[in-house]
Nanobody
Framework: VQLQASGGGLVQAGDSLRLSCVAS????????MGWFRQAPGKEREFVAS????????DYQDSVKGRFTISRDNAKNTLYLQMTSLKPEDTAVYYC????????????????WGQGTQVTVSS
């Protein structure tokens, strides 16, 4: 499975961005998926996840109320709508496919995208 993430860019604090992640195979519609990010000099961290049918979502506390994860299985696409962006959201954002129908912060993720850079200026 190949994952192609896009939608990153340079924005100002308070702006919004929507990230997309397109999967090469329709079979990912049976799997939970997630978004992670890695800032310079820091470890990769969990951002949000969604179950196979969108019925369950999880978020890192720092993005709750600002970010929304969603998916369109007909398009094999995962989204991350980011609003009220802050400079501390600056990072490379990665999408990933979990091993099971549910995906959460501690789940095992099998496939990873190449990442898309998000830079938020103050």
């Amino acid at each position: 499975v190949q994952l192609q993430a896009s939608g990153g860019g340079l924005v100002q604090a308070g702006d919004s961005l929507r990230l997309s992640c397109v999967a090469s195979r329709r079979t990912v519609s049976n799997n939970g998926m997630g978004w992670f990010r890695q800032a310079p000099g820091k470890e990769r961290e969990f951002v949000a996840s969604i179950s196979w049918n969108g019925g369950n979502t999880d978020y890192q506390d720092s993005v709750k109320g600002r970010f929304t994860i969603s998916r369109d299985n007909a398009k094999n696409t995962l989204y991350l709508q980011m609003t009220s962006l802050k400079p501390e959201d600056t990072a490379v954002y990665y999408c990933a496919v979990g091993l099971s129908s549910y995906a959460g912060p501690s789940s095992v993720y099998r496939y990873w995208g190449q990442g898309t850079q998000v830079t938020v200026s103050s």
